[in-house]
């Protein structure tokens, strides 16, 4: 089962940020937090992952609060092809369970 | 392409007959993973291996689904009595094993209609 919690949907304006939250209250302390995306009859494509300190590469950035209870990927200038369903997922040894994600919807 | 592989993109079966799909994965990846995607949900774990060996089968995977890795290098997933409600994506994922930090990288999926 996923160990996450994400919001069903969300909006943003193309050209602002959009900032996709998640909680994930019952990490462990080695667990990684990964985030996918999903573009419609695409297979999910790795945005970014982190452990405790915040990261930040071409796509996106990860934010993760200081007691790893929730985290934030931000997309800085959304664009129409940003939108997407986004997976927040706590990463465990063996797999990773995806819960429903955030369907991000990006307008003109 | 140094991607993941999936074959075929789409099948169309009648129930009841047996379906299998094929996964490449990155040739350097110990890890293969299968999961299956229904219609507005996340894609669910099914199984998966390192190298030839199947380490963990999800309770989904009924005993008419099968995989298997038979050198540690592409995978076959067999559906066998195929039933309407084995209409789904089924995607598979490969990753270098190396722990928690190793991410996946996911195949383009089959999807599977059963009529």
């Known amino acids: 089962d996923a160990k996450t919690t994400q919001p069903p949907s969300m909006d943003c304006a193309e050209g602002r940020a959009a900032n996709l939250p998640c909680n994930h209250s019952?990490?462990?302390?080695?667990?990684?937090v990964y985030w996918y995306r999903q573009i419609h009859s695409q297979g999910p494509q790795y945005i970014i992952h982190g452990l405790k300190n915040n990261e930040t590469n071409e796509m996106a950035s990860l934010i993760i609060t200081e007691d790893r209870k929730s985290s934030t990927l931000i997309l800085p200038h959304a664009t129409l092809r940003d939108t997407a369903v986004y997976y927040c997922?706590?990463?465990?040894?063996?797999?990773?369970?995806f819960g429903a994600g955030t369907r991000l919807t990006v307008k003109p | 392409d140094t991607g993941v592989s999936q074959d075929p993109r789409h099948k169309i079966t009648k129930r009841g007959q047996n379906v299998t799909f094929r996964c490449d994965p990155i040739?350097?990846?110990?890890?293969l993973y299968w999961y299956r995607q229904t219609l507005g949900q996340g894609p669910e774990f099914l199984t998966y291996f390192q190298n030839e060996a199947q380490l963990e089968k999800s309770r989904l995977l009924s005993d008419r689904f099968s995989a298997e890795r038979p050198k540690g290098s592409f995978s076959t997933l067999e559906i066998q009595r195929t039933e309407q409600g084995d209409s789904a994506m089924y995607l598979c994922?490969?990753?270098?094993?190396?722990?928690?930090?190793?991410?996946?990288?996911f195949g383009s999926g089959t999807r599977l209609t059963v009529v």
């Open positions: 997922i706590v990463r465990g040894d063996n797999d990773m369970r």
């Open positions: 040739s350097e990846h110990n890890r």
């Open positions: 994922a490969s990753s270098l094993g190396l722990g928690r930090e190793s991410g996946y990288t």
């Open positions: 019952t990490i462990s302390g080695n667990e990684y």
